[in-house]
């Protein structure tokens, strides 16, 4: 079965600077990558996520990358502010198989210092 | 539109009791997975059900069991609580079994004592 491993576990930046977290996956059956933010006592909640027919993809801050050959995908956050500070999981699965599921990583803790 | 709700918020049980919980899709969706989180991890896959079906199963013991109604509305049963068994528990629902993305409640925050 699908397995993903996360990096860093913790991540600590000074505001405005750019921090960048890490995934890579087993399966080269999964093709959507998404990205969860989660802050203490909260769901996670989607931030940014990817199909495997598409090498990036930005939305203001944050981007994402995919490397299918390599099967690894990163998040990138730029200009960090404080309200970044929150765990991001990556997570993977196989869209439009027979089953949904996510598989996610451990997550991140990502603090962004004022 | 009302998200994704689960009820109760926070549940404190004992060793060896039995535990209920319940979630609302979004409108619309027909899919409900169940995920555990235990803190400080990733959420980990229970099940999913579509339609009123079992789509998949994660690798947890028979004392999780799950269905669908036809309102699509699900339930997550627990038996014989451990104290392994604390954590919060997520649902997500999604258009279908394997089509878009998965958005989760709030969480069902169990504690066994």
């Known amino acids: 079965g699908e397995n993903v491993e996360q990096h860093p576990s913790t991540l600590s930046v000074q505001e405005g600077d750019s921090a960048v977290i890490k995934c890579t996956y087993s399966d080269s059956a999964s093709n959507y990558f998404p990205w969860y933010k989660q802050e203490l006592g909260k769901r996670p909640q989607l931030i940014i996520d990817i199909r495997s027919n598409v090498g990036e993809k930005k939305d203001q801050r944050i981007a994402v990358t995919l490397n299918k050959t390599a099967k690894h995908f990163s998040l990138h956050i730029t200009e960090t502010q404080p309200e970044d500070s929150a765990v991001y999981f990556c997570a993977a699965r196989n869209y439009g198989g027979s089953q949904g599921n996510l598989i996610f990583g451990k997550g991140t803790k990502l603090s962004v210092k004022p | 539109d009302a998200g994704v709700t689960q009820s109760p918020t926070h549940l404190i049980k004992t060793r060896g009791q039995q535990v209920t919980l319940r979630c609302s899709p979004i409108s619309g969706h027909k899919s409900v997975s169940w995920y555990q989180q235990v803190l400080g991890q990733g959420p980990q896959f229970i099940f999913q059900y579509y339609e009123k079906e079992e789509r998949g199963r994660g690798n947890f013991p028979d004392r999780f069991s799950a269905r669908q109604f036809p309102n699509y509305s699900s339930e997550l049963n627990v038996n014989a609580l451990l104290l392994g068994d604390s954590a919060l528990y997520l649902c997500?629902?999604?258009?279908?079994?394997?089509?878009?993305?998965?958005?989760f409640g709030p969480g069902t925050r169990l504690t066994v004592t």
């Open positions: 997500a629902s999604s258009l279908a079994a394997s089509s878009g993305d998965a958005d």
